[in-house]
């Protein structure tokens, strides 16, 4: 079993809908990133997170420490939200990121 | 200021060269790592700096494989007799510190024919 993983890893949606993608993790983690990849394109940072709830514009990431789990919504979602988003963990014993597998969301207009 | 910085973008050698990639990371970042991503694959880790020390290595493939940031900020990552497997994009990526937020360089696509 891998240490995180992503749910669902395929996600096309109409323009409009609101979007919600998981990450389970198994280990110990001090943080969660949350990024995203456009195809051929680099990796952004979209959220890190170690608590709580973080918004930033559309974009809204939660984590439940007790229940090893993330969500990541996008509201309003738009073509351009077309990506892969990956879930990523760091190790509270080493300083390595754990990656989930990515979730690969198309926004059809 | 700029983020992260990787040249070349792309570069294509033949089977046994080697190769240098270079990353220049955010100013003041004392983290550094270096990633692998095969298409169709999320990132493989290689390698973390914290300052001019390699803090983990143990993500490296094999002795081929070295990295190098005599001065706490550029890193090179050194690549010698290149096989065909070793055709990917190789990723940098930046922070203040081990738990702070990544900043990711563009790539570069290394092909070995």
């Known amino acids: 079993k891998n240490e995180v993983e992503q749910s669902p890893q395929n996600l096309t949606a109409q323009e409009g809908e609101f979007i919600t993608i998981n990450c389970s993790y198994s280990?110990?983690?001090?943080?969660l990133h949350w990024l995203q990849q456009h195809p051929g394109g680099g990796i952004v940072s979209l959220f890190m997170l170690s608590s709580g709830k973080k918004k930033h514009g559309r974009l809204i990431a939660t984590i439940n420490i007790q229940e090893k789990h993330s969500s990541l919504h996008i509201t309003a979602s738009h073509p351009r939200d077309s990506a892969v988003y990956i879930c990523?963990?760091?190790?509270?014993?080493?300083?390595?990121?754990?990656w989930g597998a990515g979730t690969k969301l198309i926004i059809k207009p | 200021g700029a983020g992260v910085s990787q040249t070349p973008s792309n570069k294509v050698t033949e089977k046994g060269k080697y190769v240098e990639l270079r990353c220049d990371p955010i100013s003041g970042h004392t983290a550094l790592y270096w990633y692998r991503q095969s298409l169709g694959q999320g990132p493989e880790f290689l390698i973390y700096?914290?300052?001019?020390?390699?803090?983990?290595d143990s993500g490296l493939p094999n002795d081929r494989f070295f990295a190098v940031r005599p001065e706490g900020s550029v890193s090179t990552l050194k690549i010698q007799r290149t096989e065909r497997g070793d055709s990917a994009v190789y990723l940098c990526?930046?922070?203040?510190?081990?738990?702070?937020?990544?900043?990711f360089g563009n790539g570069t696509r290394l092909t070995v024919t």
């Open positions: 700096f914290q300052g001019t020390g390699a803090a983990d």
């Open positions: 990526a930046s922070s203040f510190g081990p738990n702070s937020p990544l900043h």
């Open positions: 990523a963990v760091r190790s509270d014993s080493n300083y390595q990121l754990i």
């Open positions: 280990v110990g983690i001090s943080a």
